[in-house]
């Protein structure tokens, strides 16, 4: 079994009606809290995309909610008008790894190791931010997966609905203010 089945085994199952509330619910957060450093520029699927004004972002939250005394996990992709931070991956863990543990994330069967540090990881290069957005486009699905600081394994999900366009919409806006187009 992997970790996605062991995960969805312990996990009631959840209607399509009530994912969709919750991510009305979630953007509708999102666009709140984003409206105090920056304005939503898409939100669609499971995705937003934030311009923050030095950086414009795609994001996401796990589709495991957090409880109010633990942290959300979330992921995305962070964009500079600069191009010094471009489509730079990146995700906050919803638990912290032990010193030796490595970060996986998993796009279909597709795995890419992760540099981590604390309770968040990055992609290694812009090669693989390049190829973690290509496998993002033709997946549905995504997991970071770790072992906390006890060693036991967890696993965050991701939907992808919607990432595509967020990540599109972030680095299109990104890119006019590079060029002097926006302020």
């Given at each position: 079994?992997?970790?996605?089945?062991?995960?969805?085994?312990?996990?009631?199952?959840?209607?399509?009606?009530?994912?969709?509330?919750?991510?009305?619910?979630f953007?509708?957060?999102l666009?709140?809290a984003?409206?105090?450093?920056?304005?939503?520029?898409?939100?669609?699927?499971a995705?937003?995309?934030?311009?923050?004004?030095?950086?414009?972002?795609?994001?996401s939250?796990?589709?495991?909610?957090?409880?109010?005394?633990?942290?959300?996990?979330?992921?995305?992709?962070?964009?500079?008008?600069?191009?010094?931070?471009?489509?730079?991956?990146?995700?906050?863990?919803?638990?912290?790894?032990?010193?030796?543990?490595?970060?996986?994330?998993?796009?279909?069967?597709?795995?890419?190791?992760?540099v981590?540090?604390?309770?968040?990881?990055?992609?290694?290069?812009?090669?693989q931010?390049?190829?973690?957005?290509?496998?993002?486009?033709?997946?549905?699905?995504?997991?970071v997966?770790?072992r906390d600081?006890?060693?036991?394994?967890?696993?965050?999900?991701?939907?992808?609905?919607g990432a595509?366009?967020?990540?599109?919409?972030?680095?299109?806006r990104?890119?006019?203010?590079?060029?002097?187009k926006?302020?």
């Amino acid at each position: 079994m992997d970790v996605h089945e062991e995960w969805c085994s312990r996990v009631a199952p959840v209607s399509n009606a009530f994912v969709k509330s919750a991510f009305v619910i979630f953007a509708a957060t999102l666009a709140t809290a984003a409206n105090a450093r920056g304005s939503v520029i898409y939100a669609g699927g499971a995705w937003a995309a934030i311009d923050r004004g030095a950086v414009c972002e795609a994001l996401s939250r796990s589709q495991k909610v957090a409880a109010k005394d633990k942290v959300q996990a979330l992921a995305g992709f962070a964009f500079t008008s600069d191009h010094h931070r471009w489509a730079e991956f990146h995700v906050r863990l919803s638990r912290v790894p032990r010193g030796d543990a490595s970060v996986m994330l998993q796009i279909g069967g597709q795995p890419f190791l992760l540099v981590r540090s604390d309770g968040w990881a990055w992609s290694r290069s812009p090669l693989q931010a390049q190829a973690i957005i290509a496998a993002m486009r033709d997946g549905a699905t995504m997991s970071v997966i770790s072992r906390d600081e006890h060693g036991v394994r967890f696993s965050d999900p991701y939907l992808l609905d919607g990432a595509p366009t967020a990540i599109d919409a972030a680095a299109a806006r990104c890119a006019l203010r590079g060029a002097g187009k926006i302020q």
